[in-house]
């Protein structure tokens, strides 16, 4: 008889095990900022296969863009890397997080216009 609640109640308990292993144990800080790096690490080479992946099945949309419209739309493309590399120094105050949010949503729409444009008939 499968009893989804105690694979659930397992589970929990593996990761409080493992959290009580970060707190307790000798360099569990260290462990732990080891694996979050690993992971952020995996987590961008995803991204970028995957926008790998996109840039080439959309190569012929790119190349019929003007020169002036693909210049835009790799600025703004480098805009939102920017804003991911500079996350941390521009979300520690009010006026940054700002700014920050500012630049994606306006990179986000130039790149939505841009689409928009080159799928129009």
Do not use: C, Q
């Not at 292993?21 to 992971?39: F, K, Q």
Request: overall charge neutral; cysteine-free; aromatic content about 8%.
């Amino acid at each position: 008889m499968d009893r989804p609640w105690l694979k659930a109640l397992r589970n929990i308990a593996i990761i409080a095990l493992v959290a009580l292993g970060v707190t307790v144990l000798p360099g569990g800080d260290n462990a732990a900022e080891a694996v979050l790096a690993a992971l952020t690490l995996t987590f961008a080479i995803a991204i970028g296969l995957t926008l790998h992946v996109l840039y080439r099945r959309s190569d012929l949309t790119l190349a019929t863009l003007s020169d002036s419209r693909r210049g835009v739309l790799f600025a703004a493309v480098a805009a939102i890397v920017l804003m991911f590399v500079a996350a941390d120094e521009m979300l520690e105050s009010g006026l940054g997080a700002l700014a920050w949010i500012a630049v994606l949503v306006a990179a986000g729409m130039t790149i939505y216009t841009i689409w928009r444009e080159a799928h129009s008939y």
